[in-house]
Protein backbone atom coordinates (compact mmCIF):
# COMPACT_ATOMS: atom_id res chain seq x y z
CA UNK A 1 0.00 0.00 0.00
CA UNK A 2 1.47 3.25 -1.17
CA UNK A 3 1.98 6.34 1.35
CA UNK A 4 0.77 8.75 -1.04
CA UNK A 5 -2.69 7.95 -1.85
CA UNK A 6 -4.21 8.24 -5.37
CA UNK A 7 -7.75 7.03 -6.55
CA UNK A 8 -7.59 3.58 -8.75
CA UNK A 9 -9.12 4.62 -11.60
CA UNK A 10 -10.98 8.19 -13.28
CA UNK A 11 -12.49 8.42 -16.04
CA UNK A 12 -13.93 10.82 -18.51
CA UNK A 13 -15.56 11.78 -22.03
CA UNK A 14 -13.24 13.67 -24.69
CA UNK A 15 -13.36 17.47 -24.12
CA UNK A 16 -14.50 16.59 -20.37
CA UNK A 17 -11.82 17.91 -17.25
CA UNK A 18 -10.93 15.55 -15.06
CA UNK A 19 -8.73 15.52 -11.80
CA UNK A 20 -6.46 13.29 -9.97
CA UNK A 21 -5.78 13.42 -6.15
CA UNK A 22 -2.85 12.31 -4.65
CA UNK A 23 -3.15 12.67 -0.40
CA UNK A 24 -0.22 12.11 1.75
CA UNK A 25 0.50 13.38 5.75
CA UNK A 26 2.32 15.50 7.82
CA UNK A 27 5.35 13.44 7.18
CA UNK A 28 5.51 14.12 3.00
CA UNK A 29 3.46 16.49 1.33
CA UNK A 30 2.27 18.20 5.00
CA UNK A 31 6.27 18.45 5.78
CA UNK A 32 6.53 20.93 2.58
CA UNK A 33 8.06 18.32 0.41
CA UNK A 34 7.00 19.32 -3.61
CA UNK A 35 5.01 17.17 -5.23
CA UNK A 36 5.72 15.82 -8.71
CA UNK A 37 3.76 14.10 -11.69
CA UNK A 38 4.06 11.46 -14.58
CA UNK A 39 2.28 10.08 -16.99
CA UNK A 40 2.60 5.95 -17.96
CA UNK A 41 1.02 4.97 -21.68
CA UNK A 42 1.90 1.41 -21.97
CA UNK A 43 5.20 0.32 -23.14
CA UNK A 44 6.55 3.98 -22.86
CA UNK A 45 8.78 5.48 -20.95
CA UNK A 46 7.40 7.39 -17.69
CA UNK A 47 6.87 11.20 -19.09
CA UNK A 48 7.58 14.07 -16.39
CA UNK A 49 4.24 16.61 -16.10
CA UNK A 50 4.78 18.55 -13.18
CA UNK A 51 7.75 19.31 -11.23
CA UNK A 52 7.91 21.63 -7.84
CA UNK A 53 4.09 20.47 -7.82
CA UNK A 54 3.23 23.34 -10.23
CA UNK A 55 5.89 23.51 -13.20
CA UNK A 56 5.12 21.83 -16.30
CA UNK A 57 8.14 21.11 -18.43
CA UNK A 58 8.47 22.11 -22.22
CA UNK A 59 6.32 20.40 -24.31
CA UNK A 60 3.33 19.19 -22.17
CA UNK A 61 0.03 20.86 -23.16
CA UNK A 62 -1.51 23.33 -21.06
CA UNK A 63 -5.02 21.19 -20.58
CA UNK A 64 -2.90 20.03 -18.02
CA UNK A 65 -2.68 21.82 -14.61
CA UNK A 66 -1.27 20.84 -11.19
CA UNK A 67 -2.02 22.21 -7.60
CA UNK A 68 -0.32 21.48 -3.58
CA UNK A 69 -2.31 22.32 -0.77
CA UNK A 70 -1.79 20.86 2.76
CA UNK A 71 -1.18 17.61 2.51
CA UNK A 72 -2.38 17.00 -0.64
CA UNK A 73 -2.09 17.71 -4.39
CA UNK A 74 -4.04 17.12 -7.66
CA UNK A 75 -3.87 16.83 -11.29
CA UNK A 76 -6.13 18.50 -13.59
CA UNK A 77 -6.57 17.52 -17.38
CA UNK A 78 -9.49 19.56 -18.99
CA UNK A 79 -10.09 19.38 -22.68
CA UNK A 80 -9.77 15.27 -22.30
CA UNK A 81 -8.08 13.84 -25.49
CA UNK A 82 -7.79 9.41 -26.21
CA UNK A 83 -4.40 10.09 -26.37
CA UNK A 84 -4.72 11.34 -22.54
CA UNK A 85 -5.72 7.62 -21.42
CA UNK A 86 -2.82 6.67 -19.80
CA UNK A 87 -1.67 5.82 -15.96
CA UNK A 88 -0.61 8.68 -13.66
CA UNK A 89 1.19 8.62 -10.41
CA UNK A 90 2.27 11.39 -8.28
CA UNK A 91 5.58 11.44 -6.44
CA UNK A 92 7.27 12.94 -3.50
CA UNK A 93 9.83 12.91 -0.70
CA UNK A 94 9.48 12.48 3.08
CA UNK A 95 12.02 12.51 6.30
CA UNK A 96 12.05 8.78 6.04
CA UNK A 97 12.30 8.09 2.61
CA UNK A 98 13.78 9.89 -0.30
CA UNK A 99 11.54 8.89 -2.97
CA UNK A 100 7.66 7.79 -2.44
CA UNK A 101 5.10 7.60 -5.39
CA UNK A 102 1.20 7.18 -5.40
CA UNK A 103 -0.38 4.21 -6.06
CA UNK A 104 -1.09 4.91 -9.67
CA UNK A 105 -4.30 6.51 -11.71
CA UNK A 106 -6.09 4.58 -13.85
CA UNK A 107 -7.19 7.56 -16.66
CA UNK A 108 -10.07 5.75 -19.21
CA UNK A 109 -11.09 8.13 -21.83
CA UNK A 110 -14.91 7.15 -22.27
CA UNK B 1 18.79 15.07 -26.16
CA UNK B 2 19.30 12.87 -23.24
CA UNK B 3 18.06 9.26 -23.81
CA UNK B 4 18.47 6.13 -21.50
CA UNK B 5 17.73 2.89 -22.29
CA UNK B 6 18.01 -0.19 -19.77
CA UNK B 7 19.64 -3.46 -20.75
CA UNK B 8 19.67 -7.43 -19.08
CA UNK B 9 18.67 -10.80 -19.27
CA UNK B 10 14.68 -11.02 -19.25
CA UNK B 11 14.74 -13.73 -17.09
CA UNK B 12 16.76 -14.70 -13.25
CA UNK B 13 16.21 -17.62 -11.06
CA UNK B 14 15.75 -17.37 -7.61
CA UNK B 15 18.45 -16.36 -5.24
CA UNK B 16 20.42 -15.40 -8.31
CA UNK B 17 21.43 -12.09 -8.96
CA UNK B 18 19.94 -9.70 -11.12
CA UNK B 19 22.55 -7.51 -13.16
CA UNK B 20 20.87 -4.26 -15.32
CA UNK B 21 22.68 -1.97 -17.27
CA UNK B 22 21.64 1.79 -18.79
CA UNK B 23 23.20 3.22 -21.49
CA UNK B 24 23.19 6.95 -21.05
CA UNK B 25 22.92 9.05 -24.81
CA UNK B 26 22.72 12.40 -25.96
CA UNK B 27 25.10 13.67 -23.16
CA UNK B 28 27.90 12.51 -21.15
CA UNK B 29 27.09 10.43 -17.58
CA UNK B 30 30.14 12.97 -16.16
CA UNK B 31 28.36 16.44 -17.37
CA UNK B 32 25.85 18.17 -15.77
CA UNK B 33 25.12 19.70 -12.19
CA UNK B 34 26.37 17.91 -9.18
CA UNK B 35 22.53 17.97 -7.90
CA UNK B 36 21.89 15.10 -11.35
CA UNK B 37 21.69 11.79 -10.30
CA UNK B 38 21.11 8.41 -12.14
CA UNK B 39 18.59 6.03 -10.48
CA UNK B 40 16.83 3.07 -10.92
CA UNK B 41 12.88 2.50 -10.43
CA UNK B 42 10.52 -0.81 -10.94
CA UNK B 43 7.09 -1.59 -11.49
CA UNK B 44 5.73 -4.92 -10.22
CA UNK B 45 3.40 -6.42 -12.45
CA UNK B 46 -0.47 -4.95 -12.02
CA UNK B 47 1.35 -2.55 -8.95
CA UNK B 48 3.03 1.19 -8.82
CA UNK B 49 5.65 2.45 -9.02
CA UNK B 50 8.63 1.70 -6.68
CA UNK B 51 12.00 4.00 -5.90
CA UNK B 52 15.11 1.36 -5.92
CA UNK B 53 17.90 3.71 -5.60
CA UNK B 54 20.28 6.71 -6.95
CA UNK B 55 23.55 7.98 -7.35
CA UNK B 56 24.89 11.35 -7.37
CA UNK B 57 27.50 12.66 -8.96
CA UNK B 58 29.97 12.74 -6.28
CA UNK B 59 29.65 8.85 -6.27
CA UNK B 60 27.12 9.01 -3.00
CA UNK B 61 24.52 6.44 -3.03
CA UNK B 62 21.00 6.23 -1.74
CA UNK B 63 18.64 2.86 -1.22
CA UNK B 64 15.01 2.18 -0.97
CA UNK B 65 15.23 0.92 2.90
CA UNK B 66 13.12 -2.11 1.76
CA UNK B 67 16.01 -3.27 -0.40
CA UNK B 68 19.06 -2.02 1.54
CA UNK B 69 21.91 -4.65 1.64
CA UNK B 70 20.49 -6.76 -1.79
CA UNK B 71 20.73 -3.79 -3.87
CA UNK B 72 23.94 -1.96 -5.07
CA UNK B 73 24.01 0.88 -7.67
CA UNK B 74 27.36 2.05 -10.04
CA UNK B 75 27.96 4.46 -12.69
CA UNK B 76 30.89 3.08 -15.42
CA UNK B 77 32.27 6.43 -16.93
CA UNK B 78 34.00 4.87 -19.81
CA UNK B 79 31.44 3.11 -21.53
CA UNK B 80 28.34 6.00 -20.24
CA UNK B 81 26.23 3.40 -18.64
CA UNK B 82 25.04 2.77 -15.06
CA UNK B 83 24.07 -0.57 -13.34
CA UNK B 84 21.82 -1.94 -10.35
CA UNK B 85 23.03 -5.46 -9.17
CA UNK B 86 20.01 -6.95 -6.76
CA UNK B 87 20.93 -10.19 -5.05
CA UNK B 88 19.03 -13.18 -3.61
CA UNK B 89 15.58 -12.30 -6.18
CA UNK B 90 13.00 -13.70 -5.34
CA UNK B 91 9.45 -13.50 -7.40
CA UNK B 92 8.48 -10.58 -5.40
CA UNK B 93 11.44 -8.84 -7.72
CA UNK B 94 9.29 -9.51 -10.92
CA UNK B 95 9.31 -5.87 -12.46
CA UNK B 96 9.86 -4.13 -15.66
CA UNK B 97 12.44 -2.00 -14.06
CA UNK B 98 13.38 1.63 -15.44
CA UNK B 99 16.13 3.89 -15.33
CA UNK B 100 15.99 7.77 -14.93
CA UNK B 101 17.80 10.97 -14.32
CA UNK B 102 17.36 12.52 -11.45
CA UNK B 103 17.35 16.09 -10.01
CA UNK B 104 17.73 17.18 -6.56
CA UNK B 105 16.55 21.04 -5.52
CA UNK B 106 15.87 21.97 -1.64
CA UNK B 107 14.87 18.27 -0.65
CA UNK B 108 13.46 17.51 -3.65
CA UNK B 109 13.82 15.23 -6.08
CA UNK B 110 12.32 14.53 -9.02
CA UNK B 111 12.88 12.73 -12.61
CA UNK B 112 13.24 13.04 -16.11
CA UNK B 113 13.98 11.84 -18.41
CA UNK B 114 13.04 7.83 -18.09
CA UNK B 115 14.33 4.92 -20.43
CA UNK B 116 11.23 2.29 -21.62
CA UNK B 117 12.16 -0.01 -19.39
CA UNK B 118 12.87 -3.19 -19.33
CA UNK B 119 11.01 -6.90 -17.89
CA UNK B 120 12.75 -9.12 -15.50
CA UNK B 121 11.25 -12.17 -14.65
CA UNK B 122 11.91 -13.98 -11.95
CA UNK B 123 11.45 -18.18 -12.12
CA UNK B 124 13.24 -21.20 -11.99
Known amino acids: QSVLTQPPSVSGAPGQRVTISCTGNSSNIGAGYDVHWYQVLPGAAPKLLFYGNTNRPSGVPDRFSASKSGTSASLAISGLQPEDEADYYCQSSSRGLSVLFGGGTKLTVL | QLQLQESGPGLVKPSQTLSLTCAVS????????????WSWFRQPPGKGLEWIAY???????YYNPSLRGRVAISVDRSTNQFSLKLTSVTAADTAVYYC??????????????WGRGTLVTVSS
Open chain 2, 100 to 113: ARGYYETNNKWFDP
Open chain 2, 26 to 37: GASISSGFSSHS
Open chain 2, 55 to 61: IYQSGDT
